[in-house]
């Protein structure tokens, strides 16, 4: 068993705090391997922005639970190294029982999430409360989730789009004691969130509901999950190199921005970091036909990745240069 304060990592309570008092939202960045979480270190240690190191259960299987634990740690090291001075949390994205997430807390993460969103209401308030329990017990901060996303992804499958009920929150957040609630206002997670044809036909995420929310619940950290905006200068390159990812649509930057307005304090981004790796990697390749030194594609997918990141912590998320006042 180890803590994460051994280990150099920040629960989020500090994070969120500061987010709502200035209207930002710290970015949440899931990683698989060594190349992204490098990325990652790099983009918000020079952009000075606070971070949320996410692990999914598909990335603890891809890549070993272990493994991930030590290259967060070695994140924090790094960031040191290079004299970075931002609060980096290591955070279970996604658990889905006490068990994983007592195990992820046990091993050094600072933060948990547990998705009780495709439970009955009852049992989800039941397993969070548990978690928040065991997590409080050793100042690690735990997020839950209200209402379901609609989505593609392997682990995170949900055919049908249930919109958080603002009449539920109050009671749910009072209940549980959780640290921050991830709702449900039309994001969904992977490449295809909205069945259009051109990006004009994107609606308008729900913003009414996220009001509601907001208005009862105060100045409380909103997480919102699914939230790239599926960047259409690598979707285009990835289709212009052999691939085929069609009428994939996100949400556009601009709600992301009006969101954090509204006291949303997390933003959850996996997918637009898959797509610029595979959109340079594809462009590599097929450039460089003789090339099969993966330093000479992951290195420059990386340096991508670092740019993407420091845009968005810039211009999306409002966490560039934030760093300074979560002390
Ligand atoms: O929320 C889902 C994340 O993008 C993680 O996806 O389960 O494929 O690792 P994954
Ligand atoms: P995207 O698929 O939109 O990147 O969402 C990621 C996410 O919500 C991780 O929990
Ligand atoms: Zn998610």
């Known amino acids: 068993m180890v803590s994460y304060k051994e280990l150099g990592f920040s629960n989020t309570k ?9 209207e930002f939202a710290i970015p949440g960045y899931n990683i698989n391997n060594l190349e992204q979480l490098q990325a990652i270190i790099i983009g918000c240690g020079e ?5 949320i190191i996410q692990i999914s259960q598909g990335a603890r299987v ?33 658990g889905n029982s006490f068990e994983l ?32 329990e065991y997590a409080h017990e050793r100042d690690v901060t735990v997020e839950a989730e209200l209402g ?19 009449d539920q929150v109050e009671d749910f957040v009072t209940r549980t004691e959780c ?8 994001t ?24 509601e929310v907001r208005k009862r619940l105060g100045k409380f950290p909103i997480v919102l999950h699914g939230s790239s905006s599926v960047l259409k200068e690598y979707v285009s390159i ?47 390749l097929a450039e460089n036909p003789k090339e099969f030194d993966p330093r000479k594609y992951l290195g420059p997918a990386r340096q991508e990745l670092i740019e993407m990141i420091k845009r968005k912590n810039d211009i999306v998320l409002g966490s560039a240069g934030q760093a300074k006042y979560i002390k």
Do not use: W
């Not at 952009?47 to 971070?51: A, D, Q, T, Y």
């Not at 992301?256 to 637009?272: E, F, H, W």
């Open 14 to 22: 500090k994070m969120f705090k500061i987010a709502l008092e200035r």
């Open 47 to 51: 952009s000075e922005s606070p971070v």
């Open 62 to 94: 891809y890549a070993n639970q272990t493994m991930l634990r030590y290259l967060g740690q070695g994140g924090v090291e790094m960031a040191k190294e290079n004299g970075y001075s931002i609060p980096i949390a290591l955070h279970l994205d996604h």
């Open 101 to 132: 997430a007592k195990s992820c807390i046990d091993s050094g993460f600072s933060s948990v999430m547990f998705d009780g969103s495709h439970l009955e209401y009852e049992e989800n308030i039941a397993i969070t409360r548990k978690v928040v």
């Open 148 to 166: 379901v996303l609609a989505g593609i992804e392997e682990h995170v499958k949900s055919d049908v789009h249930e919109y958080t009920d603002p």
């Open 179 to 186: 640290d921050s609630l991830a709702i449900a206002i039309g």
């Open 188 to 211: 969904s997670h992977g490449a295809y969130k909205f069945k259009v044809e051109k990006v004009d036909d994107i609606p308008e995420l729900r913003f009414d509901i996220l009001q």
């Open 238 to 284: 990835i289709n212009q190199y052999g691939g085929n990812l069609e009428k994939a649509f996100g949400i556009p930057e601009e709600q992301l921005r009006k969101a954090t307005q509204y006291g949303v304090s997390k933003i959850n981004i996996d997918t637009d970091g898959r797509l610029v790796f595979t959109a340079i990697i594809r462009k590599i």
